[in-house]
């Protein structure tokens, strides 16, 4: 099985596995990733919210970062490029890793 398909499988038996508990990715909860999803979603992304950026601020970036070439941020609606650009537009230092 490629590597993608096993990270969205993984991710899904997690989902169903935790049911209604918050999920958290890399130090950043459902919470952040729903404040920060119109800012990484086409066809009319946003200026990332200060919420959005609060969120980033306390996550892993270069965990994050590691997730760009993962299929399951299509899954998600993430566009992976939208994604990348948030941490400049929050003023964040991005990890030499992306």
């Known amino acids: 099985m490629a590597a993608g398909k096993v990270v969205v499988l993984m991710v899904m038996v997690v989902l169903m596995v935790e049911g209604s508990r ?3 990715l890399c130090r950043m909860n459902d919470q952040g990733f ?4 119109p800012s990484v979603t086409q066809p009319n992304p946003v200026d990332p919210s200060p919420e959005c950026c609060k969120a980033l601020k306390g996550a892993d970036l270069t965990c994050l970062c590691s997730y760009k070439n993962s299929v399951w941020l299509g899954t998600l609606g993430i566009d992976p490029k939208l994604a990348l650009d948030l941490p400049p537009k ?9």
Do not use: F, N, R
Not at 34 to 37: G, I, Q, T
Not at 90 to 98: I, N
């Open 22 to 24: 918050a999920m958290t």
């Open 34 to 37: 729903e404040a920060c999803k």
């Open 90 to 98: 929050c003023k964040l230092q991005m990890a030499s890793v992306c």
